[in-house]
């Protein structure tokens, strides 16, 4: 049985190797191999990576990408082809997460598996993931709360259309602050069909391009400037720090909201189906990790998993 711990990242100790997933800090051991899954901030560490730049780094093609434009200089990078790998013994079979463009959640060993920000529905741009069966499972739980139990996803893509039709035709502009890259470039493609000019934040459209570089079109895309007026715009989820009150605000976190210009479209799952992935998983072990890991390892106990919070 593998043994897990947080130290900098995700630790895994299997077959005498360390495997290092999505570190953010110095990690306590040094690993034979890091993985990350995904180009979330909260996921990788540029400074870190650089450090261990020879260590064998598995990543998928989209998230190198990411990576490379945000100053990642690694020395020894492993892009799997046919989404299977083998680096110093150690075997990764990735698959798409769901979740933003190159994420993945990945099988090791055949024995430990890891979903790394995950979405379980159907959502307009990528397909449901796979259940990955295993002994071990590492699971996020950034919504793994009783608090979070989102409403069908059409029914979402439904308000959101509607507010933001709403608030064009009433004032000739439409705020939204989303995640990016993520729900922002779902968002994107949800308004395409408005056939409106669409204004977006620079780090936005920089986020957009990777998307449009990697087979996804998107049209009337402009960037926000201060000679821009009339359309739908998209700005990152901190942006609205500083709202007026007229901005539209996307995100899981709304669920707990009651105004209703707070949306609880997430790229991530919420608890009934992490619930239902760790069922159709049928591990022996449990690690929940980031967000209400501990509330959600407590709900997996209730249910008569082994389940047990890493997450500090």
Known sequence: MALVRYCGGIEVSLSNKIILLDPVKKPCSKPDV????????DHYNISVLNRLRNIPLVVSRETYEFLKSKGLKHKNVVIPEEDYVEVNGVSFELHDANHILGSREVLINGEVAYTGDICFERRNMFKPPKVLKANTLIIEATYGSRLYIFPQRKLLYKWVLKKVINDYYEKDKAVVYARSPGVAQELLKLFSKLRVDIYLYK?????????????????NIKVV??????????????????????????TGWAAVEKDERFIPLSSHSGLNTLLSYVHNSSPEKVYTVYGFAREFASILKGLGYEASCIWI
């Open 225 to 250: 400037d201060s000679e821009s007026s009339n359309g739908i715009f998209i700005y990152p989820i901190w942006y609205g720090k500083n709202d007026d009150g007229n901005g539209i605000f996307v």
């Open 34 to 41: 890091i993985f990350v899954s995904h180009a979330h901030r």
């Open 203 to 219: 780090t936005v459209y920089e986020h957009t391009k990777l998307y449009m570089e990697n087979g996804f079109k998107f049209e």
